[in-house]
């Protein structure tokens, strides 16, 4: 359950950045409708919250920056299924500046047979940019799909010195 949600403003735009209990569970790029903000109470005391957020807030700029995070804010990925949270864990063992295959993912998590299945995973990843699926490409090195949009992948893989040859 989301216990409170706030806004991220970057040069990018407004982020919105939504937190349960145990961390920061969704993270929407600025215009989604997913990003618009109602804050509500929730049992995380106002300092672990502020906390988080500033912390989130930290990460979220490094990364659109084309940096590696200092550190990263507590991550709830319990709302995905094992499969997407074997997937969500090998994203973010991908370094800034380095990309992946679908392939290489459904490799890595054991499952060769399900590189499809990883696409998904990545789509419904719930915090993009931060558990960074922008830096997963199809075969050929061709761009696949992101949920923020191939204009914000292409965005976030150039500052990272990423971006795949046209």
């Given amino acids: 359950m989301i216990v409170f949600t706030a806004s991220i403003a970057t040069p990018d735009g407004v982020f919105t950045a939504r937190f349960t209990e145990h961390g920061l569970a969704g993270l929407a790029f ?24 500033k912390t989130t807030e930290r990460a979220l700029l ?37 990309t992946r295959t679908y392939t290489a ?22 915090i993009p940019v931060l558990v960074p699926c922008h830096r997963v490409l199809a075969a050929g090195g061709r761009l696949g799909g992101f949920s923020g949009g191939l204009d914000w992948k292409r965005r976030l893989l150039a500052r990272e010195g990423a971006l795949p040859a046209a």
């Avoid at 659109?64 to 550190?71: D, S, T, V, W």
């Avoid at 990263?72 to 864990?89: E, H, K, N, R, Y």
Wanted: aromatic share 4%; hydrophobic share 40%; charged share 10%.
């Fill in 30 to 53: 600025p215009g989604s409708r997913a990003g618009r903000p109602a804050t509500a109470p929730g049992p995380a005391s106002p300092a672990t919250q502020t906390g988080w957020l």
């Fill in 62 to 98: 490094a990364v659109l920056a084309g940096k590696k995070p200092k550190r990263l804010p507590p991550l709830d990925l319990s709302a995905g299924t094992a499969f997407q949270q074997a997937v969500w864990s090998a994203l973010a063992a991908i370094p800034p500046g380095e």
């Fill in 105 to 126: 993912i459904a490799q890595a998590i054991g499952r060769p047979n399900a590189v499809r299945a990883v696409g998904g995973a990545c789509g419904a990843n719930p």
